[in-house]
Nanobody, 115 residues
Framework: QVRLVESGGGLVQSGGSHRLSCEAS????????MGWYRQAPGRERELVAI???????VYADSVKGRFTLSRDKAQKSWSLQMNNLTPDDTAVYYC?????????WGQGTQVTVAS
């Protein structure tokens, strides 16, 4: 069983920076992809950034140039550095990982950007 735990959510001022982290535990061989999604109130969950096992990263257009996804060599933890935050970035952020045909989710962490 794989477990993902996020940390780092909180309240940030508009224009500020914040960092989210995800720690994976359990039966991990090597994820095929890992990253972050988010869900704002009244909206569907959307991709923020995802990294393949080859380290290629895909970012949502709305966060390109502001957010950076990185991971450790063991592929057991990854982080999302968020810069120049705006109120539109307010959402619950979910850690995500894919292994073969399985998808794993963290419990979510709230990020609120105050204007």
């Amino acid at each position: 069983q794989v477990r993902l735990v996020e940390s780092g959510g909180g309240l940030v001022q508009s224009g500020g920076s914040h960092r989210l982290s995800c720690e994976a535990s359990g039966r991990i061989v090597a994820f095929t992809a890992m990253g972050w999604y988010r869900q704002a109130p009244g909206r569907e969950r959307e991709l923020v950034a995802i990294m393949s096992s080859g380290r290629h990263v895909v970012y949502a257009d709305s966060v390109k140039g502001r957010f950076t996804l990185s991971r450790d060599k063991a592929q057991k933890s990854w982080s999302l550095q968020m810069n120049n935050l705006t109120p539109d970035d307010t959402a619950v952020y979910y850690c995500n990982a894919k292994l073969s045909t399985s998808t794993f989710w963290g419990q979510g962490t709230q990020v609120t950007v105050a204007s």
